[in-house]
C-alpha cells in the first residue's frame, strides 16, 4: 500500500486507488501522515481538522472518521498502513519506503550531505529524485477544501529548499546554462526568494547575459519594494555590484570564464567576448574575415530588445479649469483625486496609467503585454469614466490607436516600482489633437479606432470623431458564416456526453485551440445539438473578451445562467432570483444560506480583485459552486461549458482541472476551452486526470476556408470568387476568423472586393484584429523564446538555429532549446533534416507570424539583425548570393528610416559583396559575381576609391560569362 502526500491525498494499492470515503477522514489521515510513525494527540488532530470552532461533537466525530479509515486501510499483501490507537492519540505505523513524504525527506538528506562534500552531480540527483516525487502542492485537495495547516507551509518551504540546493549543485559543476531555463520561470512566480533570484543572476552573468542578470535584480528589488516595503538582502545587493564590477570570483575554474556554456581562458578553447568585434570581422574590426578558418560564427553578447514598435491604444484624460478657476491648491487636489480614479477604473479594464502632463492624463493599453481588444476595452474605459463623471463639464476624453516605439528601462538605469516603459510616436501628437479640439462633450475616438471596434460598438454618424454617451454601448454581430471542417470535433462531444449519460460518471473536456480557429463556433453548434435533448441541461460561462477584469467570470457565468441574473438586475433582484434558485436545489436551512453568502461574493458584480484576498472566502465560494453543480447533476445530466480557460488564474485553473475527480460519480459533461498556452501551466494538469479528454482544434484545410471564403465574398462573380478565394486561402492559414478579416480589409480597398490579381496576398496589410491577436501570443513568450523568434523573422525561408545564434549573440544549445519549445508552441515547423546529425532546419508555422514578429522590430534593430546575418552568410560556403545581396539591402534601407548614418555600413557592405564576388568568381560561378559585383556598385558611388576597381572587375566577369 503506497501513500502519497506530495499532491492532492492518495492511498493506491496494486496501482488502483482507494477511497477514503469523506473530509473528514481524508483530512485525519492526511495529517497523521505529515507525522508518519509518531504519535499525534486527540487535542492536536481536532485543533487540525475544526480549528477553534470545532462543535460539541468533535471527539466522538474523529473517532468516527478514525474507524471508518481502520476499516478502508486494512493491510493487504504489503503490510503496510496500520492505525493504532496510543495515548494520547493516534498514529499510523507505515513503512517510510511507501510514503513519498518520507522518501522525500531521505533522498533530500541525501542530497544535503552530497552537496556539503562537494559531490556536486551526486547531490544533483538525489534532490532530482526528491522533486520528481511532487505531484502539486502537499495535500492540493485539503488545502482546496479550506485547510491550511503550518506543517504544510513548512512543507513547502523544505521543497523550495531542496530546489535551491539542486541549483547550488548544478552552478557549482559548472553547467550555469543547465539551470537558466528552470530558474527563469521559478523566479518569475516566487520573485520574494532571494536565493533562487541571486542563482539565476549568476548563471546569467557566467553564460555571457549580463544585462540580463542585473534586470532580474531590478525586478526583484522593485517586488521587494512594492510589496514589502524592504530592499534586496546584501547578499544579493553585492552580487549586483559583482557584477558591475566584472568580479572574477564569479566566475567557476579560478576566473576562467564561461561563455555561451564554453569556458573562456581556461583550458578548453573558446570565443572570448571583447565587445569591439562582430566575431565575423577581420582583425582590424572593419573588413570580413577573409581566411576560410575564420569564417565560424563566434558567440558574442545577445542583443537585447531595448524597444518594440507596438500597436497601442492610448486614452487621454483633459481637467479644464474653466472660466472661472480655483487656486492651484484646489486644482492641484482636484487632479489628484481625478488621477487615482483613473489608475483605478483603468486598471480593472487591463489598461496601465502612463503619467500626467499638466492637466492631461494618459494611459495606456498594450504596452507591457498585447491583448486583441486593447481598443475595445479603453473605449470601454473611456465610457465608464465619463458617465462617472457626466456632471463635470470640463472633462474631455479622446481614445487613440496607432503604432508607438515601447521602449524598456535601461540595463544602467535602476527600475523603481511604479517604473513605466518609456512611449514615443506621432500616436501621442494625434491624441493630444483629437484631445483639444473644440467639440461638444463626448468621447472622441479617431478613426482607426473607429474601424477596429466597427463590430463591437455603435458610433455617431460616418466621418465624426465622437461617440456619444447616450448612445451606449451594443454589441454587433458578426455576420453568420456556414460551420465546415468541425463535424469529427462535434461528433465526437456527442459521443462523450452520451458516455456521460451511460456510465453516470464526469468526464473532463479540454478543447485547445489558437485564437479565431472555431472553438467557440463548435461551442455554439454543441449547445444548438444538445439543445433538444431530455434531460439534459446545459450552462456556460466565459471571460467577456472585454471589460472589467473578473478573475472568475466562467463561475460566475454558470451561477447566472442558472439563476437567470441578468446585468439589468437590481441588487435586491438579484438576491432574490439566487436565493430562489439555490433553495430550490438544497432546499431552506443553514447550507443554502452558507451556499447563498458564498456565491453572493462572487456574483454580485464587477470585482476589482478576487473573491478578495481573503483564501477563505474564495475556497467557500469554490466549494459553494461545486455543491451547486453537484446537485444540478444529481437531478439531471449537466454540461458545463467553460470558455477562454488560459485567461484565468491558477487557483483557478487547478480548481477545473480537478472538478471531474472530486464531484463524485455523477452524469456531469465539462467542456473546457483555450488556446494552446493552457497546456504550459502546470496548474490545470496536476491533479489525477483519469477522467479526462483532450481534443485540439488544428486549421481548417483549404477546401473548408474556401468554402468560408466564398461565403464571406457574396454575391460575387464566380470567376472573381474563386481567384479570391485561392488568393486568400494560404493567407489565412487555416484560420476562419482571419478568413472573415481579410475579406473585409479585401473588400474595405478602393473599388471593393476586387481581386488580388498581380499584386499577391502578401501585399495586404495585416489586419488589425490578425496583427493584435498573434501580437497578444507573442507576448506570452518568454524573453529568450520571443528574442529567437524576432531573430528567426529575419529571413524569409527557412533557418538554423546556427545562424539564429549568430544574428542574436546566443548559444547555439540555447538557441536549438528555444525553437524545439517553439515548435511545440506550433509557431514555427521543421521543414527538413540537415544534412548533418542533429541539425534541424526550421520554418514558421504560418507566414504571419513572421510578419508580425519582424514589424515590432524597430529599424535600427532589423538593420542590426540583417547585417549579422549577412556576417553569417558571408562564413558559409555555398551561400545564397541573392540572400546575401537582400540581406545587405535591407540594414542599409532600415538604417536610413531610422535616421541613423548609413556611410559606414555602405562601405562594410561593399567590402563584403566584392570579397564573396572575387571568390564566387574564382570558383568559376560568374553569373553570381556578377550579381553581387552589381549589388557592390549599387552602394557605391562614382567617388568611391573602390568603385573604379569594380566596374572593372564587373566588365571582366561580364565579358567571361558572354564568352562561355
Known sequence: MEFRVLGPLQVVEEAEPISLGGTNQRAALGYLLLYTNKVVATS???????????????????????????RTLTPGRHGSGTLVTHAPGYLIQ??????????????????????????????????????????????????????????????????FAALESRMEAVLAAGRSMEVIAELEPMVGTEPLRERLCRQLMLA???????ADALAVYRRTRAVLVGRLGLDPGPELRDLERAILDHDPALLPGGGAAVVA???????TAG???????????????????????????????????DAELKQLTALFVRFESGHNPASPEVIELRLDLLEETVCHLVGRYGGRHHGRLGPVLLTVFGAERTREDDAQRAIRAAVALSRQYREVPCLRIAVVTGEA?????????????????????????KGLRILFDPMPKSVRICERTRQICADHFDFGLPGERWLSVRQGLHLATRPTVPFVDRERELQQLGRLLEDVRRQQRPNLVTVLGEAGIGKSRLMHEFRTMIAGLPGVRCLVGCNRLFGPEVPYAPLVG????????????????????????????VGPGPVAGQVIRSLRAIVGGEWDDPVASDPAELTAAFTAWRRLVEELAERETLVIILEDLHRVDDLLLRFVGNLAETVGNLPLLVVVTARPELVDRPAFWEGARRRATTMSLGPMSQAGIQTLLRSLLGPVPEEQATELGRS?????????????????????????????????????????????????RLDTLPATEKSVLYDAAVFDASFFHEVLAAIGGRDANEVQQCLESLERQELVRRCRLGPELGKIEYTFAHDLVARVAYSRLPHSVRSEKHRRAANWLQSVADRPVQLLIHHWQEAVRHAELAGLKTDELCDLAVDHLAEAARRTSARGMLLAARLLYQAALRFCSPEHPRHAQLVQRYELDSAATSAG
Open 44 to 70: 492536536q488532530l481536532m485543533a487540525a481538522l475544526w480549528g477553534e470552532d470545532a462543535p460539541p461533537t468533535a471527539r466522538k466525530m474523529l473517532q468516527n472518521a478514525i474507524s471508518s479509515l481502520r
Open 271 to 305: 570565443a572570448v567576448e571583447t565587445g569591439a568585434s562582430t566575431g565575423l570581422d577581420g582583425p582590424d574590426g572593419n573588413g570580413p574575415a577573409l581566411a576560410e578558418s575564420a569564417l565560424v560564427p563566434v558567440v558574442r553578447r545577445p542583443h537585447h530588445y
Open 261 to 267: 556554456g564554453r569556458t573562456v581562458g581556461g583550458s
Open 204 to 210: 546569467l552573468y557566467r553564460v555571457g547575459r549580463q
Open 405 to 429: 516605439l515601447v521602449g524598456a528601462v535601461r540595463s544602467d538605469q535602476v527600475a523603481e516600482p511604479g517604473d513605466r516603459n518609456p512611449v514615443s510616436g506621432p500616436l501621442l501628437d
Open 728 to 776: 486568400l486561402s494560404g493567407q489565412v492559414g487555416g484560420n476562419p476568423l482571419f478568413a472573415m478579416e481579410y475579406v473585409r480589409t479585401v473588400q474595405s480597398r478602393p473599388g471593393g472586393s476586387t481581386p488580388v490579381g498581380a499584386e499577391g496576398p502578401d501585399r495586404l496589410p495585416v489586419p488589425d484584429l490578425v496583427h493584435n491577436i498573434i501580437s497578444a
Open 558 to 585: 454558470v451561477v447566472r445562467s442558472y439563476a437567470g441574473i441578468t446585468d439589468a438586475d437590481r441588487e435586491a433582484q438579484l438576491d432574490d432570483k439566487l436565493r430562489q434558485a439555490v433553495t430550490g436545489l
Open 94 to 159: 507505515v513503512d517510510p519506503v511507501d510514503v513519498d513524504l518520507c522518501r522525500f525527506r531521505e533522498l533530500a538528506a541525501a542530497g544535503h550531505t552530497d552537496l556539503n562534500a562537494g559531490r556536486w552531480d551526486d547531490a544533483d540527483r538525489h534532490f532530482g529524485d526528491a522533486l520528481a516525487l511532487w505531484r502539486g502542492p502537499a495535500l492540493a485537495d485539503l488545502i482546496e477544501e479550506g485547510y491550511d495547516w503550518p506543517e504544510l507551509t513548512a512543507l513547502q518551504n523544505a521543497k
